[in-house]
C-alpha cells in the first residue's frame, strides 16, 4: 500500500499522567528520549502494527490530540502538493536530526496530519 501510516503522536497537556494511563491501559512499552535544549520524546512501541509517541504539547493553549502520519517518498514535493490542494501548512519540512523530516497540515476540512519522510540510511 502506498503512502501508509507510519507513525501516532500524542501531543499532551499532562505527560506523566498520559504515559501512566497509556502504559496501564495498554501492553506499550515506553521509551523516553532526550532532544536537547530540555526537550524529551516519548517513543511508544507496540509491537505489531503501528507505534507512536508522545511529548509535552508544543503549543500552549490547545487541548490534547492524537496526530497521525502518512509516509511519503518526497517530503517537500508532498507539502506542496498539499498546499496546492488547498491545505494549510502547520508546520513546513522540520529535521528530525538522526531520523527523518516531518510536515504537518490542516485539510481544506480542518483534520490535521502528518507527513514523514524517514532519513536515506
Known sequence: MANPFVHVELNTTDLDTAKSFYQRLFDWKLEQHDMGGGMHY????????????????????????????????DIAAATERARSLGATIVRDRLEVPEAGTLSIFTDPTGATLGLWQPKAR
Do not use: R
Open 42 to 73: 516519548t517513543m511508544i512501541t507496540v509491537g505489531e502494527g503501528t507505534g507512536g509517541g508522545m511529548m509535552a504539547h508544543p503549543m500552549p493553549g490547545v487541548p490534547s490530540f492524537w496526530l497521525p502520519y502518512v509516509l511519503v517518498d
